[in-house]
């Protein structure tokens, strides 16, 4: 079992930047994958990232492509979202999962654990 607890959210302009942080807690960290989705006000929760076992593959939402990127540090049991040229329809609430496999995957569902989120806001 793995706990996890975002951080790094906040209030930010339109073309700004953020980094959100995702510290797990458990064992064999480094046998998840990790993934990223966001969750709007009267919307379903998205995926917007994730990210393989050793950090090698990633997947982004086309939303985010270029904006956004995912990686981890195993030894911190940590990943983490930059994310960059903020819009305003980023705003919401981030949510980090972990999903025991070897795919990465992009269906909510198939994700094990999850965090509390984070909220992001980005002002026009």
């Known amino acids: 079992q793995v706990q996890l607890v975002e951080s790094g959210g906040g209030l930010v302009q339109a073309g700004g930047s953020l980094r959100l942080s995702c510290a797990a807690s458990?064992?064999?960290?480094?046998?998840?994958?990790m993934g990223w989705f966001r969750q709007a006000p009267e919307k379903e929760r998205e995926f917007v990232a994730a990210i393989n076992r050793s950090g090698g593959i990633t997947y982004y939402a086309d939303s985010v492509k270029g904006r956004f990127t995912i990686s981890r540090d195993n030894a911190k049991n940590t990943v983490y979202l930059q994310m960059s040229s903020l819009k305003p329809e980023d705003t919401a609430v981030y949510y980090c999962a972990a999903l025991r496999g070897i795919a990465v995957v992009t269906t909510r569902r198939d994700y094990d654990y999850w965090g509390q989120g984070t909220q992001v806001t980005v002002s026009s």
């Open positions: 458990g064992r064999a960290f480094s046998s998840y994958v």
